[in-house]
């Protein structure tokens, strides 16, 4: 199948029960309404959620050799992901992460790391990061791309005409030294709120949007949870509203922002357009459990963007 998106980065299955409010003490236990599990992380949240939209998607990753593993291609390859970059390593565990939801839509992350976050650079990515339309990089933080390996793929994507987006799996010390590598060859780069804080030292979310732009991205899109987002694309500069929702779960909300995103922009949407089917594609996932939350498909979104209300006005 030729791809029109690969999603390269984390990899991992999320495990998610609501609501949840506390452990209950010794053994006792507890009855609640829900649990579901689903393939997550930067490259497989996003890459799960850009199929069910319809895009032709592949992820480039790592899973274990563990019966979790088996389940999380199983999982991808069921939503329509090509899972053939992914990468089994044997003797290590797949990565792994218990989300534990509140009746706010709230959540403590419990992550055990596994192969996950050491996706290999091979031959064949390097190939297929320049043979479809879009890349959506999020492998900032992996030892296997960090340093150098990243930018190479970066920069052959780029110099082949590739789309490249990028996203944050969690800033750690050399998240800003990697950024500098990498952003001069990303089109649009997308991290959350408290993540362009942390990596700024900025409050004011446009002025780290204004950063990131000096550092080298073309265009920056702080996502921004309930609040909307703050745009510094071009001439969109501001605050884009979300839409008002009744939350359940929050968890893959910021990958399926982005997978949202790249969905539009590869049907032909404007910049403008784009982000806006991309908070309605994180909408409709916000009101359900774990990846997929309520997400149906391309024309649900579409829907959705004209008959859900908005949090607030945007700039």
């Known amino acids: 199948m030729k791809l029109d998106l690969l999603c390269v980065g984390l990899t991992t299955l999320d495990v998610v029960g609501r609501p949840i409010t506390e452990i209950p003490p010794n ?41 979790t593993g088996k389940f999380v291609r199983f999982a991808l390859e069921d939503g329509g992901v090509d899972t053939s970059l992914l990468t089994t390593l044997e003797g290590y565990p797949t990565s792994t992460t218990i989300l534990p939801i509140d009746e706010q839509g709230r959540r403590p992350t419990l992550h055990a790391p596994g192969a996950g976050s050491v996706p290999p650079l091979s031959d064949e990515l390097m190939h297929a990061a320049t043979s479809v339309r879009c890349l959506h990089y999020g492998g900032i933080g992996a030892p296997t791309l ?64 204004d950063a990131f732009l000096a550092m080298g991205a073309k265009n920056c899109v702080i996502k921004d949870g309930g609040r909307g987002a703050v745009l510094a694309a071009g001439e969109l500069r501001g605050r884009l509203p979300a839409f008002r929702i009744e ?44 990846t997929y939350g309520k997400l149906e498909s391309y024309e649900q979104v579409e829907r959705a963007m004209k008959t859900l209300p908005l949090a607030e006005t945007g700039a």
């Open 27 to 67: 053994e006792e236990g507890r009855l609640i309404e829900q649990i579901a599990c689903a393939p997550a992380g930067t490259a497989a949240g996003a890459a799960c959620v850009a199929a069910r939209l319809g895009v032709r998607t592949g992820v480039a990753g790592a899973i274990g050799s563990d019966l």
């Open 146 to 209: 960090d340093g150098g390996p990243g930018e190479s793929l970066l920069k052959a994507a780029k110099s082949a005409g590739v789309e490249v987006v990028c996203d944050l799996i969690a800033p750690g010390p050399t998240a800003a030294e990697e950024l500098a590598r990498l952003l001069p060859y990303v089109a649009w780069f997308l991290p959350s709120a408290e993540e362009a804080r942390l990596l700024t030292g900025e409050e004011d979310l446009q002025a780290a949007a």
């Open 247 to 290: 939350v359940v779960d929050t968890t893959t909300c910021g990958d399926s922002f982005c997978a949202g995103f790249v969905a539009a922009h590869l049907k032909g949407a404007s910049d403008f357009d784009a982000l806006r089917f991309a908070a309605a594609t994180a909408a409709m996932v916000a009101q359900g459990l774990a």
